[in-house]
C-alpha cells in the first residue's frame, strides 16, 4: 500500500523527517512515514481550496455527492477485512473489534451522511417585517483541517470526514503519528471511488504538521479529537483566528452501580465497558460508584473477570485484551498503578507488565483498585489504558455530586431496574452521554460530544451537518 501523503490526487513523499509506524503487539516497524513540512500542508490546503472552487466537486449536485459518498462506503465495505487487519496491525485492537465495530461503524457513517447530502435545507421564517420573502440556505464552510487521535484512527476520522464531504467542504487530514496506514489506505479508496482529486488530501506526520494545519489561514475549520490539553490549545488558536473548531476531548466516565443491580448480570457489560481497546476510549467506564453494601462483592467479581481476560497479539482469535498503542501509554498506565498505590488504594489485580512472549510489545495487565476514595488522582485523572477504580458510595442522595465532581463530562452509565432514579440521574449528570444498563454504542444518528472539559460541539446526527455548514440569511424585498 502507499505510505505517501496524498496531495492534490498526487502521492507524494513529505518533506520533513522520517518517522515509523510500529505494530504495538511485536514493537515491530510496519512502515516508514515522511513527516511533512509546513510547505507540504500548505500544498495540501492549497489543493483542497481549489477543489472547493471546481465545477468537479464544487459545482457537484447533492445526489452526484451522495452517489460518490456511497460508492466510497461499498468499497470500505469490500476491503473491511483487509482494513481491519491493517488497523489492528497498526493500533492493537483485537481484530473482533477492528472488524466487528470500527470498520462497520466507519461504513455506517459514510452511508448516513451520504444520505444527509440531499437534504441539507434551510428554513422560511415568519419575519415582521412587511413586503420580505426571507429564507435560510446552508453552505458547506470550504477547506476543514481534521485532526485524528490514535484510538479509532479509521472510525473516528470517519466521524468527521463523512458529514464534511456530504456538506460539500473539501478537507486536509493529519492521521496520528502512530497510527497513519488505515487513513492511507481509506484515502486510496475515496480516489477509486472517483472522488475528486484534491477534495480528500491527507498530510502525515505528528504535533508540528498539526499545528501548521490549524494555523493556515485558509482553513475554515478544525475538527479535533485528543487529549484535553491540546485541544485546549487547538481551541486557543482557532478563536485568536477566529475559526470555527469542534473539539472531541478526555473523558473519565463514571459507572453507577446501585444496590438493586444483578451483579452478574451487569459485570460483562462493565467489564467491556471499562476495558474496551485495553482502556484506550475516551468513555472508558473507569469509576465504578458501587453502593458500599455490594462494593467487596463488585470489585471482587470485575477483578476476578479482568485478571482472566487474555492479553495477545489483536491477530490471535485467542486475544480478549490487545497492547496499548505505545510505549508511552505503558508508562503512563504503570505511572497512575504506582500513583493509587501510594494512595492507598486496593491493588486486587493486575498492576504490571506481562513478561515472556508479550515482553516485547507495549502491553498492560488489566488492573483493579477497590476501596478508591474521590480525591484520589486515580479517580480523577484520564489513565487511557486498562486501570479501573472501584469506589464505594453510601447513598444514592450522593450520587449525581459524585459522578460531576470531575473537570470531564463526556459520558456515564447507570445500572439499576429503579427508574425513578436512573431517570433523575440521567438528568442531572453533566454528561454529552448517559447509557442506562448497557455498555458503550454509538451510532450515526445520534448525537455524540462532551459537556465542560470533555469538548466543543457534536459529531453526528444533524448536529454534525451543522458542524460543517455556515448559515446565511437571504432577504427579497416584494415590491
Ligand atoms: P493528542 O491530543 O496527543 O493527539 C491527537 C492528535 O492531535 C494527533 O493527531 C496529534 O498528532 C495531534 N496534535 C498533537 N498536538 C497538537 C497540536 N499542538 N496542534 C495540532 N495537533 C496536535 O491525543 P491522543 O493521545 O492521540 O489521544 C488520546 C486522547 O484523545 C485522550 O485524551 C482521549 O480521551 C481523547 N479522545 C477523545 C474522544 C472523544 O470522542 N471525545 C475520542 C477518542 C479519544
Redesign the pocket.
Known sequence: MRTEMLIGGEWTAGGGPAFTSVNPATGEVLAELREATEADVDAAVQAADSAFASDEWGGLLPAARAKLLLRAADLLEEHAAEIARLETQDQGQPLPISIGFSLPNAVEHLRYYAGWATKITGITAPLSVPDIDYRTRREPLGVCGL??????PLM?LMWKLAPALAAGNTVVI????QTPLSTLRLAGLFEEAGIPAGVVNVVTG??D???A??RHPQVKKIA????????R??GAECGRNLKKVSL????KAPSIIAADADLDAVLQGNLLGGLINAGQ??AAYTRFYVDARRHDEFAEKLSGAAGTLRLGNGLDPQTQLGPLVSAEQVDQAERYVTIGKQEGADLLTGGQRPDGELSSGFFYEPTVFAGVQQDMRIARE?I?GPVLTVLPYDSPDELTALANDTGYG?AAAIWSRDISMVNRLAQEVKAGTVWINMHQALDAAAP???MKS??IGREMGWDAIEAYTDVKSIWTHLT
Open positions: 485532526i485524528a487521535p490514535w484510538n479509532f473516528i493529519k492521521s496520528a503519528e505528528g504535533p504538521v498539526g499545528r494545519l490549524v479535533f479529537t485528543g487529549s484535553t490539553e491540546v485541544g490549545e487547538i472531541e476531548l478526555g473523558g476510549s475516551c484520564e487511557f463526556l455524540w460530544g462532551g470533555s469538548g
